[in-house]
RNA sequence: GACCUCGUAGCUCAGCCGGUAGAGCAUCUGACUUUUAAUCAGGGGGUCGCGGGUUCAAAUCCCGCCGAGGUCACCA
């Protein structure tokens, strides 16, 4: 062989063949990584810092421990490796001029992304850093694909939700966002329970959609030879459980799914809470909203006051309680208490730039105009009440007001967060709005609301008066992580596939 | 569903008045060795989202498709 063939660069080589040749010259030389199934970790990374947090730089103590993580850095050819767990960065440090030779060459096999099992002496290094020498090293596991770039991390939005690992392992923003969210519903489940309400479970599977007005999935059960529907709320079936006496004050955190548009602030399937409880009306609601919310804001933040964009937020209550027709008004100047004929209101409101289809009703106009003039304007939070009875199908109207409904929805940051009411508990009026109801379509396209008969017969058991509440999760979520979309705040977030 | 914008190396990006593709990180080789996005020298790596069109020539211009982001519509 030539001197001038030595010299020939190495041949091309990806980067996932050449992390299986090193993995094949590790499982060769030290067994599989894959066949270790336990590490004795005694420490986590940020329990490491915390605890010799007093060493001062050059310090060195007489402390084996054992920690585990996944190699985020590898400097002056490997003599400081950084890895990551789940609760901080680690550095580890190998003196390379002492190393044994067995030791030199697990070093040497060692890429970033792989997982490592470290043990080894702490201490501070004359720079600052607390590390620990490493004694004896493990590959735990190969990383057979390389991971995103070390300082910029992932940036590509799509990739980032298509792979939410590598999204994790490269961004702490991440991993505080989707760590807040997940706490926030322990939280809130810890919250409900110590006031004594019950977690119940509801079907997912529905053989009419109902309790909320959207667009349901549609599936197959083969077997039974039927059409299902994915729900679209948990309402109707908490109510069953309540009317049955299961407990006075139920709640479920669930999935629920609607077909309809994706947007910043839409995911097809999105969390919610629904919590029902006898005896109270929606004034019980009001407070019990602001009880969660408050609880969730101090408990992530030690403060009432967040920031979300460029605003504070407070979240101290009470929280300002305002008529709908009211805040309208007060935006508008058009008060639609005055005109309470459909037709006239829905002249009136596209006078002021408010546009409804034909046929609509006062409540609808109502809504309209709210959606278009006031709700974007309500930043801090606010109970909006006195919603049309019109459009509030499963809610108790006033006795003196017939067209308002005991109902309320509170806003923050221009988004519905919570939305509640005194539910009706009278089967014969409830029949009443949901023929109604059915008798209205949402678009051209859309099939007629079907009446949910064994719900009807539920409510004709007898159904205790009772507050109910319904909230949404993912909203929440991003208020307190100050995320500007939906699927930052969900795992993974509903996507095309690519190809 | 409509409109606007984007898609270049594993990752982050430049190139886009048409002339045949670059940088940093990662990777490989070598040097150095108490670093902190380590440093220095050199090498390899690209169907420029996919398909078609215009042109002597397309990453670049035009059309269609796919995917994403934003705005709107629907909604929580």
Redesign the pocket.
């Known amino acids: 062989m030539s001197q001038q063939q030595t010299e020939t ?2 041949p ?1 080589i ?2 996932v063949s ?1 992390r299986n040749g090193r993995l094949a010259a590790y499982t060769e030389r030290f067994g599989s990584p894959f066949n270790i199934t336990t590490f004795g970790k005694t420490h986590e990374a940020s329990v490491v810092k915390a605890k010799y947090e007093a060493l001062a730089p050059g310090e060195k103590t007489t402390d084996h421990i054992s920690v585990a993580g996944r190699v985020m ?5 490997g ?2 490796i ?1 890895i990551l767990d789940d609760s901080d960065r680690l ?1 580890i ?1 190998h ?2 001029k002492t190393l044994s030779p067995e030791h030199a060459e697990k070093l040497d096999l060692i ?2 992304g792989d997982i490592i099992g470290v043990t080894g002496i702490v201490r501070r ?5 607390i ?1 620990v020498d490493a004694v004896e090293l493990s590959l735990l596991s190969k990383a057979l694909e ?1 991971p ?12 980032r ?1 298509r792979h939410r690992e590598q999204d994790l392992v490269a961004s702490q923003r991440t991993r505080d966002t989707l760590r807040a969210r997940f706490k926030m519903i322990t939280l809130i489940r810890q919250f409900l329970n110590d006031k004594g309400f019950l977690e119940v479970e509801t079907p997912m599977l529905h053989v009419l959609a109902g309790g ?3 667009k349901p999935f549609t599936t197959h059960h083969n077997a039974l030879d039927m059409p299902l529907y994915m729900r679209v709320a948990t309402e109707l079936h908490l109510k069953r459980l309540v009317i049955g006496g299961i407990s006075e004050k139920v709640y479920e955190i669930g999935r629920c799914f ?1 077909n ?9 399937e ?1 969390t919610s809470i629904e919590l029902y409880q006898a005896f109270v009306d929606f004034r019980e609601m009001i407070a019990i909203t602001e009880a969660i919310v408050h609880h969730v804001v101090l408990s992530l933040h030690g403060t009432s006051k967040i920031k979300f964009a460029e605003h504070e937020i407070d979240f101290t209550p009470p929280w300002p309680r305002r008529g709908m027709v009211d805040l309208i008004k007060e935006h508008t100047g058009l008060d639609l208490y005055a005109i309470p004929d459909a037709a006239a209101a829905r002249a009136a409101a596209l006078k002021i730039g408010v546009q409804t289809e034909s046929g609509v009703s006062w409540g609808q106009v109502v809504e309209a105009a709210f959606g278009d003039k006031v709700e974007h304007n309500l930043v801090q939070p606010t109970h909006v009440i006195d919603l049309p009875k019109e459009i509030s199908p499963l809610a108790k109207a006033w006795p003196d007001r017939p067209h308002v409904a005991q109902r309320f929805e509170t806003y923050v940051n221009g ?3 919570a ?1 509640a009411f005194s539910e009706l508990n009278d089967p014969r009026e409830q029949r009443a709005r949901f023929e109604e109801q059915a008798e209205q379509k ?1 678009g051209p396209d859309d099939p007629p609301h079907p009446i949910d008969e064994d719900f009807l017969k539920a409510m004709a058991f007898g159904m205790p008066p009772m507050g109910g509440m319904g909230m ?1 999760i ?2 929440l979520a991003m208020l307190m992580t100050d995320s ?4 930052e705040v969900i795992a993974f977030p509903t ?5």
């Open positions: 660069a190495a091309a990806d980067e050449r850095a590898i400097r002056n050819n003599m400081f950084v550095q440090f003196d390379l890429d970033l290094t004359p720079r600052g850093e590390t390389p995103p770039e070390k300082f910029h991390g992932l940036k590509d939005v799509d990739f939700f909320a007005t959207a609607r309809e548009g994706t947007s910043p602030r839409h995911n097809p999105f988004w519905e967060i939305n949402r949404g993912d909203r500007q979309t939906i699927r996507m095309r596939p690519v190809d």
